[in-house]
């Protein structure tokens, strides 16, 4: 009764494979033997001691992986053969596996973004993977952790890893254009500078205010000056506070001229 179950597919030649594996396995053995005896060997001589055709003994050596590096012979330039037939590395670079997935032709940047960062108007987002609206991690290899794209996209412009955030300015999560990303909040800039023993003001967590930032802040801030609690410019203070790494009330002490006057 049982042998009426249909097998699934390919189990009834199972029996088969295993015997021409156990057949390959034993050529194989013998294909060794008739190296070890000969190290010279070549594809050809071993097929004739074995009686059996070239290409099948190439098969056996490639399919059981027993080939060896050949000796090199004398005068021939490692060089020349890397030129004849170049070795595919191994690993696809980073950048190019990175822009590979990269869309640069995503959305423009919102008028709240331009209203804090005016100098990215007229450039598109760069978009990783297939949605704008979500960070993408990115592989960066066995062993190591994974990466945001954006951070990758930093990387890759800077060559370096920084320790701090990597922002947006134009608030897309998957844009990876440069020119759309900054380094760093207010706290995270903090935090590194007490780590590093930079901090000097008031215990640390103050930074120098310059009469070049006060004048672009009040230039930037107009609009939420003056209608502050129009939808639109509700945002611009705490933006700007983030793009000037300074707390949102000393953004306000600007703007309404309580300080720096
Ligand atoms: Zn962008």
Redesign the pocket.
């Given at each position: 009764m049982s042998s009426s179950i249909p097998l699934p597919h390919g189990v009834g030649n199972l029996g088969d494979a295993a015997r021409r594996y156990r057949e390959k396995v034993e050529l194989g053995k013998k294909i060794i033997a008739v190296r070890e005896g000969n190290p010279d060997a070549t594809l050809q001589t071993i097929a004739d001691a074995l009686g059996l055709k070239r290409s099948r003994v190439r098969d056996l050596v490639v399919g059981l992986g027993i080939s060896r590096p050949r000796p090199r012979r004398g005068g021939r330039p490692r060089r020349a053969a890397a030129a004849a037939g170049p070795e595919r590395p191994r690993e696809v670079p980073l950048a190019e596996r990175f822009w590979s997935h990269v869309n640069k032709s995503?959305p423009m940047?919102s008028a709240e973004a331009l209203a804090v960062w005016p100098e990215i108007k007229g450039t598109p987002?760069?978009i990783y993977g297939e949605d704008p609206g979500k960070y993408r991690l990115v592989s960066l290899g066995p062993g190591q952790p994974n990466a945001g794209a954006h951070r990758v996209a930093w990387f890759l412009a800077t060559g370096k890893w920084t320790k701090l955030d990597v922002c947006?300015k134009?608030d897309?999560k998957a844009?990876v254009?440069p020119s759309?990303l900054f380094q760093g909040t207010h706290a995270a800039n903090m935090r590194d500078m007490r780590a590093k023993g930079r901090a000097k003001f008031f215990g640390g967590g103050h930074r120098k205010v310059t009469a070049e930032d006060v004048a672009e802040i009040r230039r930037l801030g107009a609009p939420w000056v003056r209608h502050p609690r129009r939808k639109g410019t509700i945002l611009l203070k705490k933006r700007l506070a983030v793009r000037f790494s300074l707390r949102p009330i000393t953004i306000w002490a600007i703007l309404n001229r309580r300080r720096w006057c």
């Open positions: 995503g940047p987002c760069w947006h134009c897309v844009c254009r759309h």
